[in-house]
T-cell receptor, first 115, second 112 residues
Framework: DAKTTQPNSMESNEEEPVHLPCNHS???????IHWYRQLPSQGPEYVIH???SNVNNRMASLAIAEDRKSSTLILHRATLRDAAVYYC????????????????FGQGTILTVHP | NAGVTQTPKFRILKIGQSMTLQCAQD?????MYWYRQDPGMGLKLIYY???????DKGEVPNGYNVSRSTTEDFPLRLELAAPSQTSVYFC???????????FGPGTRLLVL
């Protein structure tokens, strides 16, 4: 499986933008870039995903480098509720593939948001 | 919709005891997964199922068994509990292998 590299931790102030980087230099053409986050004492929750183009949803934006070897999750205005571990995951969902859509979690980035 | 539910929330087991962790989803998802998360680590896949009657091993299946008799339920069985199985267990489901995975709240297991 292609691996991702994320900083262990990042800090932000409330209501400021946060840019969470992820490197995935061995990404394959069929890998989607997914982001999940895990709030304290909860199960992970989906944030956003993309393949080649930048993506926006109500939670965040995903900026994908042109060569797809890195991506950045952008939280436009961090709130205290955004304090969580953020996981960048490559997911191969090729029909008939052997990955069965699994999510391979690394250690993620611990985001601390200061009031 | 309740989404993905898990019971119990917390359990203490003695070494050698057995138990079943329950997982249910009401979203009619065909794919279901069991993960474990050790302190400070990411989640690791134990078993998964692509539909009723079909299950397969993930990365860390030793010491566990699963069954999938219905679309809704995917129980995880620990036969002979060991301290190494102390962890938080998460169940997840998705619509197809490409669908968003929805996670339950987790079961915290302590084996002493």
């Amino acid at each position: 499986d292609a691996k991702t590299t994320q900083p262990n931790s990042m800090e932000s102030n409330e209501e400021e933008p946060v840019h969470l980087p992820c490197n995935h230099s061995t990404i394959s053409g069929t890998d989607y870039i997914h982001w999940y986050r895990q709030l304290p004492s909860q199960g992970p929750e989906y944030v956003i995903h993309g393949l080649t183009s930048n993506v926006n949803n109500r939670m965040a934006s995903l900026a994908i480098a042109e060569d797809r070897k890195s991506s950045t999750l952008i939280l436009h205005r961090a709130t205290l509720r955004d304090a969580a571990v953020y996981y960048c995951i490559l997911r191969d969902v090729t029909a008939g593939g052997t990955s069965y859509g699994k999510l391979t979690f690394g250690q993620g980035t611990i985001l601390t948001v200061h009031p | 919709n309740a989404g993905v539910t898990q019971t119990p929330k917390f359990r203490i087991l003695k070494i050698g005891q057995s138990m079943t962790l329950q997982c249910a989803q009401d979203m009619n998802h065909n794919y279901m997964y069991w993960y474990r998360q050790d302190p400070g680590m990411g989640l690791k896949l134990i078993y998964y199922s692509v539909g009723a009657g079909i299950t397969d091993k993930g990365e860390v299946p030793n010491g566990y068994n699963v069954s999938r008799s219905t679309t809704e339920d995917f129980p995880l069985r620990l036969e002979l509990a060991a301290p190494s199985q102390t962890s938080v267990y998460f169940c997840a489901s998705s619509h197809g292998q490409g669908g968003t995975q929805y996670f339950g709240p987790g079961t915290r297991l302590l084996v002493l």
